[in-house]
Nanobody, 115 residues
Framework: QVQLVESGGGLVQPGGSLRLSCVGHGIILSRYTMGWYRQAPGKQRELVATVQSGDGPKYSDSVKGRFTISRDNAENTVYLQMNSLKPEDTAVYFC?????????WGQGTQVTVPS
């Protein structure tokens, strides 16, 4: 029974901030490359940020300088700090853990930034 559980989504005004959390259950997240993805209505799922074990984070150009991915291994949690939110950030955000041929996805959490 492996689960990735995202939380922290909600409705935030433009310019506001949210912190998304991804808690691993039955999986040790520090062993995995962790990523945050998002999918807006009518669009394909896209990579937002990723961090490998023993390496620095990478970000899509659209969020670089505004979002930060981080780990708290003691809490078995990966975060996505989102600042300066824009309406175009509105999407369902998904947590992903990948190691070799194993890939796990969370259920998603909705982030809405009204225009």
């Amino acid at each position: 029974q492996v689960q990735l559980v995202e939380s922290g989504g909600g409705l935030v005004q433009p310019g506001g901030s949210l912190r998304l959390s991804c808690v691993g259950h039955g999986i040790i997240l520090s062993r995995y490359t962790m990523g945050w993805y998002r999918q807006a209505p009518g669009k394909q799922r896209e990579l937002v940020a990723t961090v490998q074990s023993g390496d620095g984070p990478k970000y899509s150009d659209s969020v670089k300088g505004r979002f930060t991915i981080s780990r708290d291994n003691a809490e078995n949690t990966v975060y996505l700090q989102m600042n300066s939110l824009k309406p175009e950030d509105t999407a369902v955000y998904f947590c992903n853990a990948q190691l070799l041929r194993t890939s796990k996805w969370g259920q998603g959490t909705q982030v809405t930034v009204p225009s």
